[in-house]
């Protein structure tokens, strides 16, 4: 379900989110997480230290044809993954789990999704009641109730509605609605000129005719069917608001009665859509985007009844295409690989592994944890993650340019905020909701559609701050602004990212650093803005903030100067939050690392110091080969900056790390005039 806290969240998590891996995983063990053979030691470290760090694991790790990234982080995924692979299979051929048991539910989704005979042979028809009340509109005035409709099933289309704590009062859970509805990942590629944007365009066309051709629509029809989806998208992408615009919580923070809404978008019926998603109690709302639904609202009255069915026919498929027969999982990688430049489909397993880990994904972690991760893991996880708040705490104490009332507000805030490692305290339940051997997409259907429903249902009740917004098993981490909680699973605490048997060098350096990252969210210029207690609050004292926000502008102007394959920017406005909670994040580790009582008997390995390899796993962290198409892809829409930066830039804004290494200016890993903020 699309959300705003997940939107944001996307924004403030360790790695962007939805990675899969390919079906080869590098061996991870080390008896101390030195991994020399990453090296390349043909690179100085003072030149590029990502390559330095990684070009070994470069050389010996091409990205496989089914990917279009592969490194470190995905083949840790992938070592998730094949664990879990075998739980779910085990539990598909037990005919004896209890109806309506998780293990019956994890292993007959499995078993749904595998059976491609049945999925092949079923074709579209798991979908043909959704089309045929789509064909039943007959008037205009019925497209919200439609829309309503759609919301509960998982499609976003031309909008989605959902929950959010809201910005003012954290206390409370409102209803909210954002802009969505776009086939492309994102509006630039709808409007940016280019060849490559045009090619991209061109293509999707193409994609969606051959879509309609596939539902049985003559290709004459199809192609005037695609122009038409092409055309309104490109209507609501210029009514959308650009993902640099949407970092600003202020700018998505418009709440409004509903009677105020229906005055600005009369043609949406408010009231109707409220009903629709099963609340029609509901009688104001967060309008995170209103000129979307102005956008919204003119097309109701200038786009034809026809096209508007054209559009939600496509939408609807285009959700669930993964998940039906091959030809139209074939036509939905068509395109996915002009986005991503990915060879081929990955294997059928891991497809509905991720679906499953979707639908039913906390029930797999409970197995997960009590399988793989045992508390001696949570407790030295634990104490590191104490331990980088302590280094925090101490930063903030000392911060020259900081005020002492900013300091002692940024000081409560650190102490209020709630530090969640490997798994929540009370595991989802999912006895409501319904899984069984028959149709995959009907499965994913109704699992959609308890989770949408579990969502909506928090509206008006008070904050849930057990729930978690990432499953157990998650390679990935993430901090909350409004619940004010920093959030590590139990996926991401494995080799060769971490391993509490190795030296402290290589857990500070790669997991310590990641902790830092997710700390230092509270405190970029997003989590900046939200108080101890999750609201929208200006803390700070004028000067403070007037010296806070000229780093936070080094820092983007520093992020525009890089490019991508074929001479594409970063947009430095679009990564200012990770790349902040990069640096500030591994400093942290370091000095949290510096403070550890066992520093002083650090040893030097390999002829490298601690501090080194420190520095060095770090940049390990990062070790990643990326296809040109999906690179540029990325810097379009993802707000993480590419790895290659996320090594380099950072590490050329600290001197600890120069000193490490005897880098001596001038160098490309000295940055003469560097980026300072925490």
Same mark, same amino acid.
């Not at 970092?247 to 600005?264: E, G, L, S, T, V």
């Not at 409970?366 to 993650?385: D, G, L």
């Given at each position: 379900?699309?959300?705003?806290?997940?939107?944001?969240?996307?924004?403030?998590?360790?790695?962007p989110l939805g990675i899969l891996a390919a079906d080869q995983a590098p061996d991870f063990s080390s008896p101390d997480g030195q991994y020399p053979d990453w090296l390349d030691r043909n690179v100085k470290p003072g030149v590029d230290f990502f390559h330095f760090s990684n070009g070994g694991w470069l050389k010996a790790n091409p990205i496989p044809p089914d990917r279009s990234e592969w490194g470190a982080y995905v083949a840790v995924d992938l070592q998730n993954q094949r664990f879990i692979h075998g739980m779910v299979e085990k539990a598909s051929h037990d005919t004896t789990a209890a109806p309506g048991s998780a293990e019956q539910k994890v292993g007959d989704f499995y078993a749904s999704g595998?059976?491609?005979?049945?999925?092949?042979?079923?074709?579209?028809?798991?979908?043909?009641?959704?089309?045929?009340?789509?064909?039943?509109?007959?008037?205009?005035?019925?497209?919200?109730?439609?829309?309503?409709?759609?919301?509960?099933?998982?499609?976003?289309?031309?909008?989605?509605?959902?929950?959010?704590?809201?910005?003012?009062?954290?206390?409370?859970?409102?209803?909210?609605?954002?802009?969505?509805?776009?086939?492309?990942?994102?509006?630039?590629?709808?409007?940016?000129?280019?060849?490559?944007?045009?090619?991209?365009?061109?293509?999707?066309?193409?994609?969606?005719?051959?879509?309609?051709?596939?539902?049985?629509?003559?290709?004459?029809?199809?192609?005037?069917?695609?122009?038409?989806?092409?055309?309104?998208?490109?209507?609501?992408?210029?009514?959308?608001?650009?993902?640099?615009?949407?970092?600003?919580?202020?700018?998505?923070?418009?709440?409004?009665?509903?009677?105020?809404?229906?005055?600005?978008?009369?043609?949406?019926?408010?009231?109707?859509?409220?009903?629709?998603?099963?609340?029609?109690?509901?009688?104001?709302?967060?309008?995170?985007?209103?000129?979307?639904?102005?956008?919204?609202?003119?097309?109701?009255?200038?786009?034809?009844?026809?096209?508007?069915?054209?559009?939600?026919?496509?939408?609807?498929?285009?959700?669930?295409?993964?998940?039906?027969?091959?030809?139209?999982?074939?036509? $939905?990688?068509?395109? +996915?690989?002009?986005?991503?430049? #990915?060879? %081929?489909?990955?294997?059928?397993?891991?497809? =509905?592994? /991720?679906?499953?880990?979707?639908?039913?994904?906390?029930?797999?972690?409970?197995?997960?944890?009590?399988?793989?991760?045992?508390?001696?893991?949570?407790?030295?996880?634990?104490?590191?993650?104490?331990?980088?708040?302590?280094?925090?705490?101490?930063?903030?104490?000392?911060?020259?340019?900081?005020?002492?009332?900013?300091?002692?507000?940024?000081?409560?805030?650190?102490?209020?905020?709630?530090?969640?490692?490997?798994?929540?305290?009370?595991?989802?339940?999912?006895?409501?909701?319904?899984?069984?051997?028959?149709?995959?997409?009907? $499965?994913?259907?109704? +699992?959609?559609?308890?989770?949408? #429903?579990? %969502?909506?249902?928090?509206?008006?009740?008070? =904050?849930? /701050?057990?729930?978690?917004?990432?499953?157990?098993?998650?390679?990935?981490?993430?901090?909350?602004?409004?619940?004010?909680?920093?959030?590590?699973?139990?996926?991401?605490?494995?080799?060769?990212?971490?391993?509490?048997?190795?030296?402290?060098?290589?857990?500070?350096?790669?997991?310590?650093?990641?902790?830092?990252?997710?700390?230092?969210?509270?405190?970029?210029?997003?989590?900046?803005?939200?108080?101890?207690?999750?609201?929208?609050?200006?803390?700070?004292?004028?000067?403070?903030?007037?010296?806070?926000?000229?780093?936070?502008?080094?820092?983007?102007?520093?992020?525009?100067?890089?490019?991508?394959?074929?001479?594409?920017?970063?947009?430095?406005?679009?990564?200012?939050?990770?790349?902040?909670?990069?640096?500030?994040?591994?400093?942290?580790?370091?000095?949290?690392?510096?403070?550890?009582?066992?520093?002083?008997?650090?040893?030097?390995?390999?002829?490298?110091?601690?501090?080194?390899?420190?520095?060095?796993?770090?940049?390990?962290?990062?070790?990643?080969?990326?296809?040109?198409?999906?690179?540029?892809?990325?810097?379009?829409?993802?707000?993480?900056?590419?790895?290659?930066?996320?090594?380099?830039?950072?590490?050329?804004?600290?001197?600890?790390?120069?000193?490490?290494?005897?880098?001596?200016?001038?160098?490309?890993?000295?940055?003469?005039?560097?980026?300072?903020?925490?």
């Amino acid at each position: 379900m699309l959300s705003i806290r997940r939107a944001l969240l996307a924004a403030l998590c360790l790695y962007p989110l939805g990675i899969l891996a390919a079906d080869q995983a590098p061996d991870f063990s080390s008896p101390d997480g030195q991994y020399p053979d990453w090296l390349d030691r043909n690179v100085k470290p003072g030149v590029d230290f990502f390559h330095f760090s990684n070009g070994g694991w470069l050389k010996a790790n091409p990205i496989p044809p089914d990917r279009s990234e592969w490194g470190a982080y995905v083949a840790v995924d992938l070592q998730n993954q094949r664990f879990i692979h075998g739980m779910v299979e085990k539990a598909s051929h037990d005919t004896t789990a209890a109806p309506g048991s998780a293990e019956q539910k994890v292993g007959d989704f499995y078993a749904s999704g595998m059976d491609e005979k049945a999925v092949n042979s079923a074709g579209i028809k798991p979908l043909q009641p959704e089309l045929e009340r789509i064909a039943k509109i007959s008037a205009i005035e019925q497209l919200p109730d439609e829309f309503a409709h759609l919301q509960m099933i998982g499609v976003s289309a031309p909008f989605g509605l959902m929950q959010m704590q809201d910005y003012k009062d954290s206390s409370k859970v409102i209803a909210a609605a954002m802009q969505a509805g776009l086939g492309l990942p994102d509006r630039d590629f709808y409007l940016q000129s280019g060849e490559r944007s045009a090619k991209i365009r061109a293509e999707y066309i193409k994609h969606v005719a051959r879509t309609f051709t596939l539902l049985g629509d003559s290709p004459a029809l199809a192609q005037t069917e695609a122009k038409a989806v092409m055309a309104l998208e490109t209507s609501l992408a210029k009514g959308s608001m650009t993902d640099v615009a949407m970092r600003d919580p202020q700018a998505i923070y418009h709440p409004m009665d509903i009677a105020n809404i229906n005055a600005q978008t009369p043609r949406l019926h408010w009231q109707n859509l409220m009903a629709g998603i099963g609340h029609p109690e509901i009688q104001g709302l967060n309008i995170a985007t209103p000129d979307f639904f102005k956008t919204v609202n003119e097309q109701l009255a200038h786009t034809s009844l026809n096209d508007w069915k054209t559009y939600l026919r496509w939408q609807l498929v285009q959700t669930y295409a993964p998940y039906l027969s091959q030809s139209f999982v074939d036509e $939905n990688f068509r395109m +996915a690989s002009v986005l991503t430049g #990915q060879k %081929q489909q990955k294997p059928r397993w891991q497809r =509905v592994l /991720r679906a499953e880990d979707s639908a039913l994904g906390f029930a797999i972690g409970k197995i997960y944890v009590e399988q793989k991760f045992p508390p001696s893991y949570k407790q030295a996880a634990t104490q590191m993650v104490d331990q980088i708040r302590d280094a925090m705490r101490q930063d903030l104490k000392t911060l020259a340019w900081m005020t002492p009332a900013t300091r002692e507000a940024a000081i409560k805030k650190l102490d209020m905020m709630e530090l969640r490692v490997g798994y929540p305290d009370q595991w989802r339940d999912y006895s409501s909701l319904q899984i069984d051997r028959g149709p995959y997409a009907l $499965n994913v259907m109704r +699992a959609t559609t308890f989770e949408v #429903q579990r %969502q909506l249902a928090k509206i008006g009740k008070p =904050v849930d /701050r057990s729930d978690w917004d990432m499953t157990p098993q998650t390679v990935n981490a993430y901090y909350d602004p409004s619940m004010n909680n920093l959030n590590i699973p139990a996926g991401i605490l494995q080799p060769p990212l971490y391993d509490p048997s190795w030296p402290d060098s290589v857990n500070y350096g790669n997991t310590g650093a990641t902790i830092g990252h997710e700390m230092t969210h509270g405190f970029d210029d997003q989590g900046a803005q939200f108080d101890g207690h999750g609201n929208l609050s200006n803390w700070w004292a004028a000067s403070d903030l007037k010296k806070f926000q000229g780093g936070v502008a080094c820092i983007a102007n520093q992020y525009s100067q890089y490019t991508v394959d074929g001479g594409v920017h970063v947009q430095g406005k679009l990564v200012t939050g990770e790349a902040i909670a990069d640096q500030g994040g591994l400093l942290l580790a370091l000095r949290a690392f510096h403070a550890q009582p066992a520093f002083a008997q650090a040893k030097t390995i390999d002829g490298y110091t601690p501090d080194q390899q420190f520095f060095i796993a770090y940049g390990h962290s990062w070790a990643m080969a990326t296809r040109p198409e999906t690179a540029k892809t990325r810097v379009t829409t993802d707000p993480h900056p590419p790895e290659l930066y996320r090594t380099n830039g950072v590490l050329a804004n600290l001197p600890e790390f120069q000193q490490a290494f005897g880098v001596a200016p001038p160098s490309p890993m000295i940055k003469p005039d560097r980026c300072v903020i925490w």
